[in-house]
């Protein structure tokens, strides 16, 4: 009878000591993927409007070559963007001016880094220079979004503006949805507050500078893709001659139409047509009688 016990014993100990070595190697790893040394270098900044859990000494990539790393990452009071600096190795100093800074996430759980898909420019970003073209860290709600048939937020690479819309009810609909117009997506949510003088909901769309005559009598709707899709803002277009700026607010609103209102006009459709129905039918059962005949 000792004889299995202390198999059963060996077998257990020898896989809490491989775990603890597998989990070691990892630690090493990690830690060697950090803490790669690098010569000489320049430095690059970026601006993102959301780094996710980018951190700083992350690998910056070009092709899924590592060419540098974070240097640092700072947010100024007051902005809404995060300021990255990168550190790029001095042996790929001709990336050029028009390339875009993307923040991926290495596989499913792993760890961020920077990644550079190289333009067409043939000016080059100097040392100290800006790459003003990027894209920021996905979120798991804006891809799980996309995988329910809400669709992607436009990739506003050429910068935003934003714009208000005031909904007495926004249902569900959270940062980041998609707003669209004609179905295309152009911007997304930026922000969603309780404006305590109007006691309703202000919704702020940033609206890719690529979409910067949009009427300013258009009208904005909450909509649920699907039957248990994600909400988004669609935008109808107006007939004004005059276009929506910066910090503009739209009157036109429709707030979400909420599940409840759906069955409760159901109900009442279906009540009044068949009260409708049995009238008829009480009709056509009881028909009028016909005049007395001459006898």
Known sequence: MSQPRNSYAIG?????????????YLATQTTSVANVHQGASYAIDTHFTNIGQLKERAPVKVAGVRVGQVQSITLEPGQEVADVKLSIDTSYNKIPLDSVATIYTSGLLGDQYVGIQYGSSKKIVADGGTLALTQ???QLEEMLGKFFGAGGVADNLGGTYTVKANFTNVGALSVGAPVKMAGVPIGSVQAVVADPVKLDAEVTLAIDKRYNAIPDDSSAAVFTSGLIGTQYVAIQPGGSPDSLKNGDEMV??????Q????IGKFLVNGSSSDKKDADDGKSSNNPAPAPAGKH
């Open 252 to 257: 036109l609103t429709q707030s979400a139409m």
């Open 259 to 262: 599940l409840e209102d759906l």
């Open 136 to 138: 920021p860290a996905q």
């Open 12 to 24: 257990t100990g020898l896989f809490i000591v491989l775990g603890f070595a597998a989990l070691a």
